[in-house]
């Protein structure tokens, strides 16, 4: 596609419910990130994604996150017994295999009420 | 471990001003440092990168930056500032020498008055 796509684009949801956020990358970016920005933590690293396997996953905050990423393409960030902690904005990214630059989607708005 | 400090979390200056976003890093044999802007409900958009290349770098809507290794700093500067230039401004590093595991400092606003 011609940019980073994620959806929803704002979801709400209510405490103890799992959710599911998709990032479809820019065709061609082997590398896909996903990222958490919220107020007075600023933007975190998650996950890293190189194909489909994810070498670093060090910024998942708990096991109740998790990700995964098919056919070297679409993500999928879930997050299982949602907390109103995880109210952030999810920001996906991708780059090509050797790329510096990370191209940034619209990110998604959770809200846990 | 990586790290990137922006010394204001909030900039204000008149319209057609000079202005300067400051950004320090913490040593490594070789960043990679980049500016993103973040307009409201927006997505981060790309200003600039430093990659070792040229140590000023120009990027998007009249910015630039210049890599300073003695001081460890890659500030942001543009000439005269525009209205539209209102947003918030993260420095970011990253040493791995592609875009993986980007570190965000913690953003300036810029506000630009009339």
């Known amino acids: 596609g011609a940019g980073v796509s994620q959806s929803p684009s704002n979801k709400v949801t209510e405490k103890g419910k799992d959710v599911e956020l998709r990032c479809d990358p820019i065709s061609g970016h082997t590398a896909l990130y996903w990222y958490r920005q919220s107020l007075g933590q600023g933007l975190e690293f998650l996950i890293y994604?190189?194909?489909?396997?994810?070498?670093?996953k060090s910024g998942l905050p708990s096991d109740r996150f998790s990700a995964e990423r098919t056919g070297g393409s679409v993500s999928t960030l879930t997050i299982q017994r949602t907390q109103q902690e995880d109210s952030a904005v999810y920001l996906c990214?991708?780059?090509?295999?050797?790329?510096?630059?990370?191209?940034f989607g619209q990110g998604t708005r959770l809200t846990v009420v | 471990a990586q790290s990137v400090t922006q010394l204001d979390s909030h900039v204000s200056v008149s319209e057609g001003t000079p202005v300067l976003l400051r950004c320090n890093y913490s040593s490594s044999y070789s960043p990679s440092l980049f500016w993103y802007v973040q307009h409201p409900n927006k997505g981060l958009q790309l200003l600039l990168k430093y990659t070792s290349a040229a140590t000023l770098v120009k990027g998007i809507n009249g910015f630039e930056a210049e890599f300073k290794k003695s001081e460890t700093s890659f500030h942001l500067t543009k000439p005269s500032a525009h209205m539209s230039d209102a947003a918030e401004y993260f420095c970011v590093v990253s040493y791995t020498g592609t875009a993986s595991k980007l570190t965000f400092g913690t953003g300036t606003r810029l506000q630009v008055t009339l």
């Open positions: 994604f190189q194909g489909n396997s994810a070498p670093d």
């Open positions: 990214a991708s780059s090509s295999a050797r790329g510096t630059e990370a191209f």
